[in-house]
């Protein structure tokens, strides 16, 4: 086996030369004035304070905006929802009331009968074309329902002869 070694080379340190009063005629240092005084870091650190926390102030704001508007939008789907199925419900009783075997008991109910023989009117002549008998009643007249005063419509106003006049007062004395 080969056995190798490093070989190393003494180190040579550099010589100085020496120096002649003829090279150095200036001096190597020089005097400088003295550095002027910087100002105060405290508005610097202010104004960065400043920022972060009206950076912090806007973020907070933003984020009860949009949590006061996320339970805006969830109160109004929520709403839309309920008014969608009552619409949906509605709709399904109004199909169911279109029937003619419901409209023709809610006719009966209010004490409507069959036509056997219809009569018809000529509109020029004004004359009656066939001839009707009377209805034939199943009983006595049905009565109407009560309505209670909250649901029931008012009884139509005759303004031609108002109750009392309020006038424009220019009428004279």
Do not use: W
């Amino acid at each position: 086996m080969a056995s190798t070694s490093a070989v190393h080379a003494p180190a040579i340190r550099p010589t100085r030369g020496t120096r002649s009063s003829s090279t150095a005629t200036r001096p190597r240092l020089a005097v400088v004035s003295a550095p002027k005084a910087g100002g105060s870091t405290m508005p610097f650190t202010l104004l960065c304070t400043f920022i972060v926390v009206a950076t912090l102030a806007a973020l907070l704001f933003l984020n009860i905006q949009m949590s006061g508007t996320s339970y805006e939008i969830t109160r109004l789907q929520a709403q839309s929802q309920r008014l969608k199925e009552e619409g949906q419900g509605l709709a399904e009783t109004n199909e169911r009331m279109g029937t003619p075997q419901e409209l023709e008991r809610q006719a009966r109910e209010i004490g409507m009968v069959p036509v056997s023989d219809p009569a018809y009117i000529d509109l020029d002549t004004g004359e009656i074309i066939g001839e009707t008998a009377p209805a034939e009643q199943t009983g006595t007249a049905p009565e109407l329902a009560g309505v209670p005063a909250e649901v029931a419509v008012p009884p139509a106003q005759i303004y031609d002869q108002p109750e009392a006049y309020h006038g424009m007062g220019n009428e004279g004395a």
